[in-house]
């Protein structure tokens, strides 16, 4: 096998995406991080080596004051400490702040609310899509990769292929999905991806989350449902059925227990067996 000649670029910016690829960053990450780089360098209107500690924060506050979350002002910082510190070896970034995080509840669906928007979807590939998102916890980007492979039906499982985090796990396959399932065995190869469309093209994330939000409307949800809405009622749904939140964490491939923590906010497994003042007088 021939091996192109490797020549590092000159360009800042390509040497930095050239170095992101190295480090094995998603392809979502390298696109995100280098947006922020070049609207960084336009802001400024400097190039990389003459940006200062301050052009950051300016920038940074400019983020803020067009109104952009916490979120993202620290996708934005990650992009712009990578860059500035760990490829041009610049020192200021050590005395700027990081965005404080927002403290924001997740938004769950009652599991009433679940059933009906399952039940008004018709479509059979629409309606799997929906159980297999509330069923088995599964980010969008997770459902569209899914192959015929990784569904184990001895053992009950859907092995998650690398990740967040670069990280393969195991969740549970739903036993009302297996028959569905099976019947997708016999029409695919192993290597198909389970849900696609024309051409044999695997789904899209924006058609997944078209499927969900029409299906929410047709069950006159009043809430702003999201795929990630699923996920978020998927675990707190486990919660409040009694299964230890170490278990919920494995399941949603949380590397952190503290976010997985975030659902025992908005279970009501405890104001369940709690009468408000107004019941009793």
């Not at 990784?150 to 969740?171: E, M, N, P």
């Not at 006159?220 to 009622?233: A, D, E, F, Q, Y």
Request: charged share 25%.
């Amino acid at each position: 096998m021939k091996i192109p000649n490797y020549r590092p670029s000159r360009d800042p910016v390509k040497l930095f995406v050239q170095e992101m690829k190295i480090r094995k960053y998603s392809n979502s990450t390298v696109k995100n991080y280098t947006h922020y780089i070049n609207e960084c360098l336009r802001f400024a209107n400097k190039s990389a080596k003459e940006v200062t500690g301050q052009d950051i924060r300016d920038y940074l506050e400019w983020l803020a004051d067009e109104g952009k979350s916490s979120s993202t002002l620290n996708i934005a910082y990650s992009a712009l400490q990578l860059y500035f510190s760990s490829i041009l070896k610049r020192k200021f970034f050590y005395k700027l702040p990081r965005a404080k995080k927002e403290k924001r509840l997740p938004v769950v669906l009652s599991k009433a609310e679940v059933l009906d928007i399952i039940n008004k979807t018709k479509n059979i590939k629409h309606r799997c899509v929906l159980e297999l998102l509330y069923g088995s916890g599964l980010r969008v980007k997770e459902l569209v990769k899914l192959r015929m492979r990784d569904i184990d039906f001895d053992r009950g499982q859907i092995l998650v292929v690398q990740s967040k985090g670069a990280k393969d796990r195991y969740t549970m396959l739903p036993g009302k999905l297996v028959e569905v399932l099976k019947h997708q065995q016999r029409l695919k190869q192993l290597n198909d991806f389970l849900f696609t469309g024309r051409l044999n093209n695997r789904l899209t994330t924006g058609t997944i989350r078209k499927v969900v939000f029409q299906a929410a409307e047709r069950a006159c949800i009043g809430k702003n449902v999201t795929p990630h809405t699923l996920r978020h009622s998927f675990a707190t749904h486990l919660l409040e059925g009694g299964t230890d939140i170490r278990y919920i964490q494995e399941l949603l491939g949380h590397a952190k227990l503290e976010t997985t923590q975030i659902y025992t906010h908005v279970a009501n497994t405890a104001l369940r067996s709690i009468d408000s003042p107004l019941d009793v007088i």
